[in-house]
């Protein structure tokens, strides 16, 4: 037994997929140390958009250190939190409309910032109820799994996972049945059972829960429905936020105002831990301190995440950049399904953030088996694990992307191959 499996707790999880023991990684390159390099369609499940090492973000880093910046800040004041407040807020909040939109600085996991989330909208509120949908993933800490719809992960809690009510999401039902109907008129009964909500949390694009896409419309008549039924709408763009849907929020191409933003993963751009919750200025009634946390404060990740600001979003170059990948990549997925089962593979997600669906988990389970062998990280998502779902850095090189592609298409060759096989003996 290796040192993990001898000491490390049995709660671990993606080393299963990928057992080897990595020490260098670079741009998309992880590199074990054995000296076998793999290309990274994970991307630290979406924490390092901006690459392994960004050489821009990795140099304001070192500077930083080497001047004696500080490192932990609590919530005090520092010159590090000064910058990224003054970037974030001129350059992503302030030119996408949220100018009156505060920041709160939560504990440095996304589960940290939905439970701000979820917390001040009840208290805003004054009520318990939060509508969740339908394979939403909102992270594993008690507030926050009680959003989150996968079984696997709501057996762990060892409580009740009250005051949520479980809503379909967009498609739930096939493209026929409109679910904000649904839940309006469920909304609209004084006998429906459902009690009045303090706020709704979406994601626009379901990472965990199958890379399930709501269309713009089923958007904006959500945030509709939220202002007839005075609810608060939380977007938990955890993510598919920071660049993953090709804008910097992936609610920018449904023109909605959310009234409560989470962000974490991608937003300190190097994989350090920081998570933001954004909200209107008008639900600011926390009193001081009281969503605390020792590490709210991590300066290394506010130099990074400025320092990612400044470098990819002054102007559209890099979002566009992400839309022409994001085209690139459904191109050659949808080959790959056009190959391999047009009948039994279906293309999902949005931008940089799609993948193919397997008619079971196993199949999928065995594609991710045959990336792996051949130097490919890719990892499953989806209600029962279907899903191939290829979440690469977005400053991917496009020879890269190609590459690894490449690489996916020859896993799906093996697998299909050795099933075509096995039918026809
Ligand atoms: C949409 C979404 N919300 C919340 C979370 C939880 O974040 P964390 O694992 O950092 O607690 C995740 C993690 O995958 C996520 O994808």
């Not at 909208?121 to 507030?143: E, L, M, Q, S, Y």
């Not at 008129?185 to 829960?209: C, F, H, M, W, Y």
């Not at 009234?259 to 933001?276: E, F, N, Q, R, V």
Request: proline share 3%; with cysteine; net charge neutral.
């Amino acid at each position: 037994m290796n040192t993990f499996e001898q000491h490390e707790s049995g709660v671990r999880s993606y080393c299963r997929s990928f057992p080897a023991v990595f020490k260098q990684a670079k741009g998309a390159t992880l590199t074990a140390e054995n000296g076998t390099e793999y290309l990274d369609f994970l991307a630290g499940a979406g924490s390092l958009n901006y690459g392994h090492n960004n050489p821009v973000l990795k140099q304001a880093l070192l500077e930083y250190i080497e001047a004696d910046g500080l490192t932990q800040g609590l919530d005090m004041y520092s010159s590090a939190k000064e910058y990224f407040i003054d970037r974030f807020h001129k350059t992503i909040l302030k030119p996408r409309g949220f100018n009156d939109y505060v920041i709160q600085f939560t504990g440095p996991t996304g589960s940290n910032t939905v439970e701000a989330a979820l917390k001040l909208a009840r208290k805003v509120k004054g009520r318990k109820n939060i509508i969740a949908f339908t394979n939403g993933f909102h992270g594993c800490t008690a507030g926050a799994l009680s959003c989150t719809a996968n079984q696997h992960h709501r057996g762990g809690a060892g409580v009740s996972l009250n005051d949520v009510s479980r809503m379909p999401f967009d498609g739930y039902f096939g493209e026929k049945t409109n679910t904000i109907a649904m839940v309006d008129k469920l909304l609209s009964d004084p006998s429906s059972g459902i009690d009045k909500p303090a706020a709704v949390i979406l994601e626009t694009i379901q990472g965990e829960g199958g890379l399930n896409v709501a269309s713009a419309q089923w958007l904006k008549d959500l945030r509709e429905l939220c202002n007839r039924h005075d609810m608060l709408m939380i977007v938990d763009d955890i993510q598919a936020g920071c660049g993953r849907s090709g804008d910097f929020f992936s609610f920018e191409e449904a023109g909605i105002k959310p009234d409560i933003i989470t962000l974490s993963k991608s937003i300190s751009g190097y994989g350090l831990p920081m998570a933001l919750t954004v909200f209107h200025k008008d639900l600011d009634v926390w009193t001081p301190g009281e969503h605390n946390g020792t590490f709210r404060g991590n300066n290394h990740a506010f130099v990074t995440a400025a320092s990612a600001i400044d470098a990819y979003w002054t102007d559209n170059l890099f979002s566009n950049d992400i839309k022409a990948k994001g085209k690139l990549l459904r191109k050659r997925l949808s080959r790959i399904i056009d190959r391999f089962g047009p009948e039994s593979l279906k293309l999902k997600g949005r931008c940089m953030m799609s993948g193919i669906e397997c008619p079971s988990e196993q199949i999928a389970a065995d594609i991710v088996k045959a990336s792996y062998e051949k130097g490919l990280i890719i990892e499953t998502c989806g209600n029962r694990d279907q899903i191939v779902k290829c979440f690469t850095p977005l400053t991917i090189s496009n020879e890269e992307l190609e590459r690894g592609l490449s690489l996916l298409e020859q896993a799906f060759t093996d697998v299909i191959g050795r099933l075509e096989a096995a039918a026809a003996s």
